[in-house]
């Protein structure tokens, strides 16, 4: 049901990067059509290099620029934010919501999540939301628990697999070179595209679920071989265009 999903690796390229870093990325630009036949490939740099990438990328079939994060609202007094539409305006064409990091570092609840999600759409972006257990919660034995609070929570109505992908990035995997089993995956991820049917029905089977945390070249193929993993979210590994393209080079 899921093998026709058309992979997506995204990079998360978090609070890294100047206007030096553009080498780099013209470096994943000039790779990404030895896969373009098999993935889609998604750049997310900081805010302040969106708009020279997405110059760089225009026209490219098979890589695309995103964001980070955005705020709810289109425009106004808030000061340091930047909107969906600002995201939009600069070439990008997806937003990172509900990162694990932005979730502790700025505590952000799952209805925020699902604000920035609507807001995302509203700008005509595809948002990507996170979803995740801590090392704790996993512990505790609640790692199904809080997947299905966090997607049910942070989930918009009207979710398609046109302007939606999920994200599963079990916190504890998250730049400590630990990830779970394939087991735990092909459960996990299984469990989420059940939820995923139950509340969209068909669209539920075809949006893309991506694994995240601690993929790189050496683990990627395994990862991305398991059932409803339809990709990677993908963080210190996304800045390199070598290691980059090497995972997803696990689908050509
Ligand atoms: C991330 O932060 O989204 C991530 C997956 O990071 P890393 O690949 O470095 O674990």
Same mark, same amino acid.
């Given at each position: 049901?899921?093998?026709?999903?058309? &992979?997506?690796?995204?990079?998360?390229?978090?609070?890294?990067?100047?206007?030096?870093?553009?080498?780099?990325? +013209?470096?994943?630009?000039?790779?990404?059509?030895?896969? %373009?036949?098999?993935?889609?490939?998604?750049?997310?740099? &900081?805010?302040?290099?969106?708009?020279?990438? %997405?110059?760089?990328?225009?026209? %490219?079939? *098979?890589?695309?620029?995103?964001?980070?994060?955005?705020? &709810?609202?289109?425009?106004?007094?808030?000061?340091?934010?930047?909107?969906?539409?600002?995201?939009?305006?600069?070439?990008?064409?997806?937003?990172?919501?509900?990162?694990?990091?932005?979730?502790?570092?700025?505590?952000?609840?799952?209805?925020?999540?699902?604000?920035?999600?609507?807001?995302?759409?509203?700008?005509?972006?595809?948002?990507?939301?996170?979803?995740? +257990?801590?090392?704790?919660?996993?512990?505790?034995?609640?790692?199904?628990?809080?997947?299905?609070?966090?997607?049910?929570?942070?989930?918009?109505?009207?979710?398609?697999?046109? *302007?939606?992908?999920? %994200?599963?990035?079990?916190?504890?995997?998250?730049?400590?070179?630990?990830?779970?089993?394939?087991?735990?995956?092909?459960?996990?991820?299984?469990?989420?595209?059940?939820?995923?049917?139950?509340?969209?029905?068909? +669209?539920?089977?075809?949006?893309?679920?991506?694994?995240?945390?601690?993929?790189?070249?050496?683990?990627?193929? +395994?990862?991305?071989?398991?059932?409803?993993?339809?990709?990677?979210?993908?963080?210190?590994?996304?800045?390199?265009?070598?290691?980059?393209?090497?995972?997803?080079?696990?689908?050509?």
């Amino acid at each position: 049901m899921t093998d026709a999903i058309r &992979p997506l690796i995204a990079g998360n390229w978090k609070m890294n990067g100047l206007r030096a870093s553009t080498a780099e990325f +013209e470096a994943m630009l000039a790779g990404a059509g030895s896969v %373009a036949a098999k993935a889609d490939l998604l750049v997310c740099p &900081p805010g302040t290099l969106i708009a020279a990438f %997405a110059d760089k990328a225009r026209g %490219a079939k *098979n890589l695309a620029i995103g964001a980070q994060d955005c705020h &709810p609202k289109a425009s106004g007094a808030h000061t340091g934010d930047i909107s969906a539409e600002m995201l939009a305006d600069s070439g990008a064409g997806a937003v990172i919501v509900g990162h694990s990091e932005r979730r502790a570092d700025h505590g952000e609840s799952d209805g925020l999540v699902r604000q920035k999600a609507e807001a995302a759409w509203r700008a005509g972006l595809t948002a990507i939301v996170c979803i995740g +257990e801590t090392q704790a919660q996993r512990d505790a034995g609640q790692t199904l628990d809080i997947c299905r609070g966090q997607l049910t929570g942070s989930l918009p109505d009207k979710a398609t697999s046109g *302007n939606l992908v999920v %994200a599963y990035e079990p916190v504890w995997a998250i730049g400590t070179g630990l990830t779970p089993t394939s087991g735990d995956v092909e459960q996990i991820h299984k469990f989420i595209r059940e939820l995923l049917i139950a509340r969209l029905n068909g +669209e539920g089977a075809k949006i893309r679920i991506l694994y995240g945390g601690s993929v790189k070249p050496s683990n990627a193929r +395994e990862l991305m071989a398991i059932a409803n993993v339809n990709g990677a979210l993908i963080g210190g590994a996304s800045l390199k265009a070598a290691d980059f393209l090497a995972i997803a080079g696990s689908y050509a």
